[in-house]
């Protein structure tokens, strides 16, 4: 009989007047019994609402009949059919709008702990079987994929569980993309996503790092000189916007993917950390992302006194994770909503001495359906602060599209590609993810990933 309590198991975590001062993982996952009692609130149903709430098409009440049976390598087997990063998506991914959104137990009380779950399955996985997974018999097929991010790496385990031989391209000196230079290690340890890319050497798929594709190779070369048979782009977006307000070429003005690449892929928060960050008392982080929940909760743990979010928008339409938000508040990050900057104050040696904020009220929805901003008159502010983090968003790198012939893109920047296939303006060319859509989520460019490798290899079957 299924376990019909409304609630899920709580998460535990660490404490947030701990763990705001250390970098270890918040959430330390369920247990083998927690486990199995939330698998157990699966009504299993037959038309599997959630499935279609999963970009990468997970089997969801196949992997979660097998857990609650005990049989939690079952589940990983079923959920490794679909998805190359189980424990990366069951730390990052947005189930609370995709799958367990739609979760039948959801109408009358809390849905399934998807995500819990599937961590839970991966992480169980990556702890007791070390048997390397079987090498896919060769096909004699070779595709390039550029970046290591969740899209190229989704791709390159999709084609190589059917026998293709993939080369990954990754201009920094670690594999990853975002997974290490963008998130936090306390919202996803760099333990696991290094345990997921092994998963993936041990298909056959190939790494090559600190390769920028557009300097020291370009996709024409890779297709016409290194026999490459189809190339993916999965680059993401990585290029920082800014407001282009007075004040933000000052000391002590980043970037989020500044500050966060710092943090994450150079370990600035250690002592001996040979490329240290500025660590300010007092932070403002502009913007109302996941983002910048992440570089205000870094700001936090490096030991800054007070820091803020200033957001333009109210609370209901910030656009990070309701999870993540939560963690931020409880971990003393201070909102300050209805606000928008106008200038950033610096002193005669240029560093960062205050913020100018004017205060916001919502008028009429706008083209995106939600309120718009509207100034209010005469009521600017100084904010008190001595460093300011941009999170305002991103676009892709313009080296790929400035250095391939026959590549069409968006204004803003984003390559032109087919929706379902990746399918880009220059044949033999897929791209998916952030560098299509811009800043997105970790699962959707997965989801990205696993079109363009099912439309590579029928591109490739068919020429």
Not at 314 to 332: C, D, I, T
């Amino acid at each position: 009989m299924p376990n019909m309590r409304m609630t899920k198991n709580e998460m535990p975590s660490q404490d947030p007047d701990i763990r705001n001062k250390n970098f270890s993982e918040v959430a330390l996952g369920y247990t083998e019994e927690q486990a199995v009692d939330e698998a157990k609130r699966c009504l299993n149903c037959k038309n599997k609402p959630c499935v279609s709430g999963c970009p990468v098409m997970i089997d969801i009440p196949a992997f979660i009949k097998k857990a609650a049976e005990g049989d939690f390598e079952g589940a990983y087997q079923v959920i490794h059919q679909s998805s190359s990063l189980p424990a990366v998506c069951g730390r990052v991914c947005p189930q609370e709008v995709q799958c367990e959104k739609v979760c039948v137990r959801g109408i009358k009380g809390e849905p399934v702990g998807i995500g819990r779950l599937e961590r839970f399955v991966a992480d169980y996985h990556n702890k007791n079987v070390s048997e390397a997974p079987k090498m896919p018999e060769a096909n004699g097929h070779r595709v390039a994929v550029i970046g290591s991010g969740p899209a190229g790496l989704t791709c390159a385990g999709d084609l190589a569980k059917k026998g293709y031989k993939v080369t990954i391209f990754e201009a920094l000196h670690m594999a990853g993309g975002v997974l290490v230079y963008g998130i936090p290690e306390f919202r996803l340890p760099k333990a696991i996503v290094r345990e997921e890319i092994e998963i993936l050497k041990q298909l056959g798929v190939e790494v090559k790092t600190d390769m920028v594709i557009g300097k020291i190779l370009s996709i024409d070369e890779l297709m016409n000189e290194q026999g490459y048979e189809a190339v993916f782009i999965g680059s993401g977006a990585g290029l920082p916007k800014f407001m282009r307000i007075p004040g933000e070429n000052l000391k002590g003005v980043f970037s989020a993917n500044e500050f966060l690449t710092r943090i994450n892929l150079m370990k600035a928060y250690k002592d001996d950390s040979a490329t240290p960050v500025y660590k300010g008392k007092r932070v403002a982080v502009v913007g109302g992302g996941n983002v910048a929940m992440d570089a205000a909760r870094c700001a936090k743990r490096l030991g800054a006194e007070e820091v803020y979010i200033v957001y333009r928008r109210s609370l209901n339409e910030l656009p990070a994770r309701k999870e993540e938000v939560e963690h931020a508040m409880e971990e003393g990050v201070i909102f300050k909503l209805l606000n928008n900057p106008v200038e950033i104050l610096g002193d005669d040696k240029f560093n960062v001495v205050g913020m100018k904020c004017i205060e916001m009220e919502l008028g009429e929805p706008d083209a995106s359906g939600r309120r718009r901003p509207v100034e209010k008159k005469g009521s600017e502010f100084i904010l008190d602060v001595d460093c300011v983090i941009m999170s305002i968003g991103t676009s892709p790198n313009p080296l790929i599209k400035a250095t391939t012939s026959g590549l069409d893109t968006q204004s803003w920047g984003g390559i032109i590609a087919d929706e379902a296939t990746g399918q880009t303006s220059r044949e033999g060319v897929f791209a998916g993810g952030d560098a299509v859509t811009g800043a997105a989520t970790v699962i959707l460019a997965m989801g990205a990933g696993k079109n363009a490798a099912a439309a590579i290899d029928k591109y490739i079957r068919e020429k």
